[in-house]
C-alpha cells in the first residue's frame, strides 16, 4: 500500500467527497420530483413563476430601500452621500446573504421543476399551455 493509497483511503478521492456532498441536494429533488412531475404544463408554469416571486417577496424590501437611498443622493454634500453608499453597499449584501439563503430553499423544487421540463420537452416535441399576459406582450414585440 502506497502513500498515496493511504491517504485516498483516509480522505477519500474528490469524486467520492463530490458525491457525499451532492447526494442530500439529489435525495430532496428525487422527493419532490413525483408531486412537480404530476402537475399539468400550465400548472408547471404557476409553480415556476411562483418561485420567481417568492424570490422578489423576500428581499423587496431590501430593494425598495435601496432604490430610496440611491433617489435621496442627489443634492446631497460629498459626507452625505458617502454615508448613504455606504448604507447602500450594506443592503446590497444584506440582499445577497438573503438571496442566498431563499434560493437554497428552493433548490430541490427549482431542480425538480427543470427535470420534469426537460422529461416532457423530450417526449412531446410541440406543449399546448394556455397563454399568459406576458406570452402575448412578447410575441407582439
Known amino acids: ?15 467520492q467527497r463530490d458525491l457525499k456532498e451532492i447526494t442530500p441536494w439529489v435525495e430532496r429533488v428525487k422527493a419532490i420530483y413525483p408531486e412537480i412531475d404530476a402537475l399539468s404544463h400550465d400548472e408547471l408554469r404557476a409553480r ?3 418561485l ?18 440611491k433617489a435621496s443622493v442627489e443634492g446631497k454634500d460629498l459626507d452625505a452621500r458617502e454615508e448613504i453608499w455606504s448604507k ?18 428552493i433548490h430541490p423544487e427549482a431542480f425538480a421543476i427543470v427535470k420534469s421540463t426537460g422529461r416532457r420537452f423530450a417526449e412531446a416535441p410541440e406543449l399546448r399551455v394556455q397563454a399568459t399576459d ?3 406582450e412578447l410575441s407582439v414585440t
Do not use: P
Request: charged share 40%; hydrophobic share 40%.
Open 88 to 105: 447602500v453597499d450594506k443592503l446590497e449584501k444584506e440582499i445577497l446573504d438573503k438571496l442566498e439563503l431563499v434560493l437554497d430553499e
Open 52 to 69: 420567481r416571486q417568492r424570490i422578489q417577496d423576500y428581499v423587496a424590501s431590501e430593494r425598495a430601500e435601496v432604490e430610496a437611498l
Open 1 to 15: 500500500m502506497g502513500f498515496t493509497d493511504f491517504l485516498s483511503k483516509l480522505f477519500g478521492n474528490k469524486s
Open 134 to 136: 406576458f406570452d402575448r
Open 48 to 50: 415556476t413563476a411562483a
